[in-house]
Nanobody, 127 residues
Framework: QVQLVESGGASVQAGGSLRLSCAAS????????MAWFRQAPGREREVVAT????????SYADSVKGRFTISQDNAKKTVLLQMSSLKPEDTAHYYC????????????????????WGQGTQVTVSS
């Protein structure tokens, strides 16, 4: 089992920055991928960024490329999401996920491929 706890969500103005943190505990050695997803009211959950934990290889949704950066601190078992140039459309509940599945050697972008989820943290961006 893996436990995930997110933090760092807040209300900010457009153009601002936030850093989300996901602290992992438990059997983290079994996970190949960590990911951030988000879900806005009335919208489907979507992947924001993934990172292959063994190699630190990141991947991003087109909507956040160049603005968000996913990274990991292996010593602290923490995955970070640095968000900059925030837009109102980034407003959502952000979730951290962990899983062992790889698709063609890459971290999957579908939420159902992940085994563990945190409770999420709210990000609100006002214009």
């Amino acid at each position: 089992q893996v436990q995930l706890v997110e933090s760092g969500g807040a209300s900010v103005q457009a153009g601002g920055s936030l850093r989300l943190s996901c602290a992992a505990s438990g059997d983290t050695y079994s996970t190949n991928c960590m990911a951030w997803f988000r879900q806005a009211p009335g919208r489907e959950r979507e992947v924001v960024a993934t990172i292959r934990t063994a190699r630190g290889t990141p991947s991003y949704a087109d909507s956040v490329k160049g603005r968000f950066t996913i990274s990991q601190d292996n010593a602290k078992k923490t995955v970070l999401l640095q968000m900059s140039s925030l837009k109102p459309e980034d407003t959502a509940h952000y979730y951290c996920a962990a899983g062992w599945r790889l698709i063609g050697g890459y971290c999957p972008k579908e939420g159902y491929q992940y085994n563990y989820w945190g409770q999420g943290t709210q990000v609100t961006v006002s214009s």
